[in-house]
């Protein structure tokens, strides 16, 4: 049974990886500087990172370790999550950003970007 486990949650972070990946590129041809680097063999480890305003970055390091989110503005850290609460944030990032009312990014938690 932890070797199935084992097996799915490794194609769970190789499918996000790609979706990181795409995500990235559509990002970028929406005019916001984001990128997904990834390393290791088979797609195990990635860190995607998306500029969302002035000094305003999130970066979310992806690996079969685990999945963290990290909101920074101004070189400092604003909030940290991990795990589904990371998968989450990354989906109302999303939404925001998909936003077609909106022509400039929107802050996330409330903060004026």
């Not at 996000?16 to 290791?40: D, H, K, P």
Request: aromatic share 8%.
């Amino acid at each position: 049974m932890f070797y199935r486990l084992s097996d799915q949650y490794r194609q769970f972070v190789r499918e996000l990886i790609v979706n990181l990946q795409a995500l990235a590129i559509v990002l970028e041809r929406r005019g916001y500087i984001a990128s997904c680097y990834t390393w290791g063999d088979e797609l195990e480890r990635a860190t995607f990172i998306v500029n969302i305003g002035s000094e305003h970055l999130i970066r979310l390091l992806v690996s079969d370790y685990g999945i963290s989110w990290t909101e920074i503005r101004d070189d400092r850290e604003l909030m940290k999550l991990e795990g589904a609460e990371a998968i989450g944030q990354l989906q109302e990032l999303m939404d925001r950003l998909s936003n077609p009312e909106s022509a400039q990014p929107v802050p996330l938690i409330g903060m004026e970007v």
